[in-house]
C-alpha cells in the first residue's frame, strides 16, 4: 500500500470482520442439529464456516446444499432462529471499537458492506452502536448481485461519495477480496476473522493481511 493516496474511505465486511458473529449463528446450528437428534458441533469445526453464510452452516452441520432435499426448510427454520436471537453473544472484535474511533477522527469515512441480508444486518448493527455512525451500510439484497460481485461496494462507494480507487475493502473471506478486485478498490485480508476453510491466505491476492484491526491504521498514512 505505499505510495497510494490517503483513502476517503474503508469498508468493512461485517461478521468475522467487525463482528464476531460465530457464537450466535453456531448456536442456531446445533439447536437445528438437537432437534435432528444429533450431537452438538463444537464451536471450533463451525467457525471457519460463518463467513459461508446459512448455505456454508448447513453445509457442515447437515451435508446438504441448496436444491437437496430437506435443505430449504432447514434453511427457513435457521433464517427464523437467529431471527429471534440476534447478538446474543455477538460482539465487535478486540480493537474495532478503536479503528473506528480513529477513522472518524482523522475524517476517513467508513461502512459495511456484507452478504448478509439488511432484516438482520440493521438489527447488528442498532445493538452494536454502529448504525447511526456508519457512512453507508450494504446489505446482501441492497444490490443485484452480492459479493464476490462488484455491485455492492460499488453501491457503498456511491452512498460514501467516494472513488473506489481511494477506497479500501476489509473482509475475512476469499470472495472480499475478490469483490474487492472487481470494483477496483483496494483489498484487505483480515487475519482474525473466520478464513474458511478453501484457499490459504496467502493466496487470495489481497493487497495486504493485518493480523490485527489496529494495524489498518498504519496502512493509512
Known amino acids: 500500500m505505499a505510495g497510494a493516496a490517503r483513502p476517503l474511505a474503508v469498508f468493512f465486511d461485517l461478521d468475522g470482520t467487525l463482528a464476531d458473529t460465530a457464537a450466535d449463528l453456531g448456536a442456531v446450528l446445533n439447536r437445528l442439529r438437537s432437534e ?128 473506489p480507487a481511494r477506497c479500501l475493502y476489509v473482509g475475512d473471506d476469499l470472495r472480499d477480496m475478490q469483490a474487492a478486485r472487481a470494483a477496483g478498490m483496494g483489498a484487505i485480508a483480515a487475519a482474525w476473522g473466520y478464513l474458511g476453510d478453501g484457499l490459504p491466505l496467502d493466496a487470495w491476492g489481497a493487497d495486504a493481511i493485518i493480523q490485527s484491526p489496529g494495524e489498518l491504521t498504519g496502512l493509512l498514512r
Open 36 to 163: 435432528a437428534g444429533q450431537a452438538p458441533l463444537p464451536a471450533a469445526t463451525i467457525r471457519p464456516h460463518v463467513s459461508k453464510g446459512v448455505r456454508g452452516l448447513l453445509g457442515i452441520g447437515f451435508a446438504l446444499e441448496p436444491g437437496d432435499d430437506g435443505y430449504a426448510e432447514l434453511h427457513q427454520r435457521f433464517l427464523a432462529y437467529y431471527g429471534d436471537s440476534l447478538c446474543v453473544a455477538t460482539t465487535l472484535f478486540e480493537g474495532v471499537p478503536g479503528l473506528l474511533a480513529s477513522l472518524e477522527a482523522e475524517g476517513i469515512k467508513w461502512g459495511v458492506v456484507t452478504n448478509k441480508t439488511s432484516r438482520y444486518t440493521l438489527p447488528v448493527m442498532a445493538t452494536l452502536g454502529l448504525g447511526r455512525r456508519a457512512a453507508c451500510i450494504v446489505s446482501g439484497d441492497s444490490s443485484p448481485r452480492p459479493k464476490p460481485a462488484a455491485d455492492p461496494l460499488l453501491l457503498a462507494c456511491t452512498l460514501a461519495g467516494a472513488l
